[in-house]
């Protein structure tokens, strides 16, 4: 346990001194201040506009930090041989395994923290600055404590991710790594089509086949609420626990496999 | 008492090939024993299969056959790790940490508090030469023997019982090579077990109670340097000054061979059975003055050259299974062929 919170910390230390992540927080920022002034250019300063691309930039940015670290961190760590000095000490391969994702994890939470400061800080400005009869006309309130439910869900989509691309830098390239869990992501997110592709295709084996797949491909649709939290619909609590429950099994579940692969490979 | 590394019949293939992969054997049944408190030698030239033994004693590859002990411990055995200490071939760290923070990790890895992490950092940056203004740098800006300083240092970091080295000396200027001389000397006279790799002779010489040579991923020869008879002077190499012609041609049948350097100057070869100072007491007479006396032996290159074409013949001859060369057989093969040189 000392171990792998270790291993964490160091990740952590490495990815902040490493400064692509930070330049991609930035931006994140900038677009939401940029969502600004595109509602200022919209009839009715409409407050959606930026709930919408703030919420947007933290699930896209949040998915280049994932991929990019959860596959930098790992690859790198083999492909640059400080793997040898580290592995030589008293730490198993499953603690190495389950430490770097713990602090990518932690990184992660970092930078989805500032995203998320830097949307509220733009919704409070808008707020306080907008008269009241328009502010009264909203869906629902500037500063809503409502996207955190949407915020939350995309910080587990986005911890599924990372441990999709832990699980594809323990055994290829980085490139490859990354081209994957991106691929993954996309079907992941148009997944709900397959399990409904009996309605679309005849074809027996077919069906089957999309049918396995939707049982074996992360379910990254149901982490996405935004339309909902934008829009001031409900969104239940126990909807929430039900998916960050899928996300947790689903999360364990791959880093099973990354262990158990992790765990026979050799280091050239 | 036990053996504080036991290597048994250990072999590695690795897959090799694009499309049809095939086995390629980088180690081919190697055994050894090491005993607490030795300084052993592991030579061989490059592609010998020593970074490859390193690297399954760490558990960083897996073997093929074969297994291993150290101190007594199973490979494998995350515990004895704590007892172990591995600088590993061109060591490579991560570029964003400091040489300070890079240790303290490795020392709380260890399980050494807070303070005792920065203690034992101090000290053993302070052994390898770091000096306190480079420390808090960031390690990409350091030069590649400075980075192989800082491996030296985590690999002494936890006090280690056993501690492996892969090329010590390799990108470490003059004085760091006889830095790290020293270091292993220290380390040795601590009790510690040493078992590192080279293909310098000479490194083997200054430090090693015993040797192992690999080449081929093969055991070629083990023992004490000194008892491994293709490393034991073969004859003596005397270089002289002044000397003038009328006086070489009277020596000439005392000397095996004469090769002329500079006007008046010769490198003379002299047989094993001479006696040199006789010979070098008639030149002094002479007129002549000493430059450099000394034993003639085979370089570890000569000993590879020599050991890869019998293996290669033996292979040939089709011998096959286990070429386990140390003891008698090596000797007598080595043997044959002082006398081929002789011949010369
Ligand atoms: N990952 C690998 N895949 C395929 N072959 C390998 C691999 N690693 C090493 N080899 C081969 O195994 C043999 C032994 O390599 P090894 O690195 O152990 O040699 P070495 O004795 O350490 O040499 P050097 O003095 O150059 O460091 C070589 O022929 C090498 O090409
Ligand atoms: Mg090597």
């Known amino acids: 346990m000392r171990a792998i919170s270790w291993i964490a910390v160091n990740v952590f230390k490495e990815s902040v001194r490493d400064r692509v992540p930070y330049s991609l927080v930035l931006f994140a920022v900038l677009l939401m201040g940029a969502s600004y002034l595109i509602g200022q250019l919209t009839a009715g300063q409409d407050v959606k506009i930026i709930k919408d691309l703030g919420l947007a930039a933290i699930a896209i940015f949040g998915l280049f930090i994932a991929i990019f670290i959860g596959i930098g961190l790992v690859s790198k760590e083999v492909e640059r041989r400080s793997i040898y000095p580290l592995l030589a000490k008293p730490i198993s391969r499953p603690q190495f395994i389950v430490g770097k994702y713990a602090g990518l994890v932690l990184t992660l939470a970092a930078n989805v923290a500032v995203m998320t400061l830097a949307l509220y800080a733009v919704l409070a400005y808008l707020t306080y600055t907008e008269s009241p009869e328009f502010r009264d006309a909203w869906d629902a309130p500037g500063v809503d404590p409502q996207m955190l439910k949407a915020i939350v869900l995309i910080f587990v989509e986005l911890m599924v991710v990372t441990a999709i691309a832990l699980l594809f830098s323990t055994f290829s390239t980085p490139i490859l790594a990354a081209a994957l869990t991106f691929g993954l992501y996309v079907a992941g997110h148009f997944n709900t089509d397959l399990r409904n592709f009996d309605q679309v295709v005849e074809s027996r084996p077919a069906v089957l086949l999309a049918r396995a797949a939707y049982h074996v491909l992360p379910d990254l649709s149901a982490f996405d609420v935004k339309t909902e939290v934008v829009h001031g619909l409900p969104v239940t609590f126990g909807y929430i626990g039900t998916t960050l429950a899928y996300g947790l099994a689903y999360i364990t579940a791959l880093i099973l496999t990354s262990v158990v692969i992790f765990s026979r490979r050799d280091f050239k | ?344």
């Open chain 2, 1 to 344: 008492m036990a053996a504080a590394i036991r290597i048994d019949a250990l072999t590695k293939d690795y897959w090799v090939g694009f499309w049809r992969k095939r086995p390629y054997r980088a180690l081919d049944t190697l055994s050894l024993e090491v005993q607490p408190g030795e300084v052993f030698g592991f030579l061989g030239p490059n592609g010998a299969g020593k970074t490859t033994t390193l690297k399954l004693l760490m558990q960083l590859i897996f073997p093929t056959s074969g297994q291993a002990e150290i101190l007594g411990r199973p490979l494998g055995d995350v515990g004895a790790r704590q007892r172990i200490g591995y600088l590993p071939e061109n060591p490579s760290f991560y570029d964003y940490l400091t040489a300070e923070e890079l240790l303290q990790y490795y020392a709380r890895l260890f399980g050494y508090s807070g303070t005792d992490a920065r203690r034992r950092t101090a000290t053993l940056l302070d052994r390898v030469g770091i000096g306190a203004e480079r420390r808090g740098q960031q390690l990409r800006k350091y030069s590649k023997g400075m980075v192989q300083r800082v491996g030296i240092a985590q690999a002494l970091l936890n006090d280690p019982d056993v501690i492996f080295l892969d090329e010590p000396m390799s990108g470490l200027d003059p004085l760091g090579r006889r830095d790290v001389r020293a270091l292993i000397l220290e380390l040795r006279d601590e009790g510690r077990t040493v078992f590192f790799s080279s293909h310098i002779l000479a490194d083997a010489e200054a430090l090693c109670n015993r040797v192992a040579v690999v080449s081929g991923g093969r055991l070629a020869a083990e023992g004490r340097l000194s008892e491994i008879l293709a490393f034991q002077a073969r004859g003596w190499e005397l270089v002289v000054a002044d000397v003038r012609p009328e006086v070489l041609a009277r020596l000439a049948p005392q000397i095996r061979r004469s090769t002329g350097i500079a006007a008046h100057r010769y490198a003379l070869e002299l047989p094993i059975e001479s006696r040199p100072a006789a010979i070098l007491s008639e030149l002094v007479a002479a007129g002549a003055t000493l430059v450099s006396l000394n034993p003639l032996r085979d370089t570890l290159e000569d000993f590879f050259v020599r050991r890869v074409a019998e293996m290669r013949d033996e292979a040939r001859e089709g011998y096959g299974g286990n070429h386990r060369m140390s003891g008698a057989g090596a000797r007598e093969g080595a043997q044959k062929d002082d006398e081929g040189h002789a011949r010369d």
